[in-house]
């Protein structure tokens, strides 16, 4: 049977040599570039959403006109 002192000492060990290994690991990571691919989609994404709202703008525009003239007072009671 393993007595609690030298479990803690292996615990104490495993973690301290998992805190080495990270910090290796994390000393040697190259920071992160997004791909070219992704930065084609976003791109490609932001013209299509930008024409998509483009678009719902003219349709509401040609929808307003020829409706008439709209009422100036209003319908409902806004007062608190």
């Known amino acids: 049977m393993i007595s609690p002192l030298s479990a803690a000492a292996i615990v104490a060990a ?3 040599a998992s805190a080495l290994s990270t910090a ?6 190259e920071p992160y570039e997004t791909p070219k691919s992704l930065l084609v989609l976003d ?3 932001e ?3 930008e024409a998509y709202w483009r678009d719902l703008v ?17 319908t409902g009671d806004t007062s608190d």
């Open 58 to 74: 003219e349709e509401c525009i040609r929808a307003s006109k020829g409706t008439g003239a709209t009422s100036e007072f209003e």
């Open 47 to 49: 013209m299509n959403l």
């Open 24 to 29: 290796a690991v994390a000393a040697t990571m």
């Open 43 to 45: 791109r490609f994404t």
């Open 14 to 16: 495993a973690l301290s």
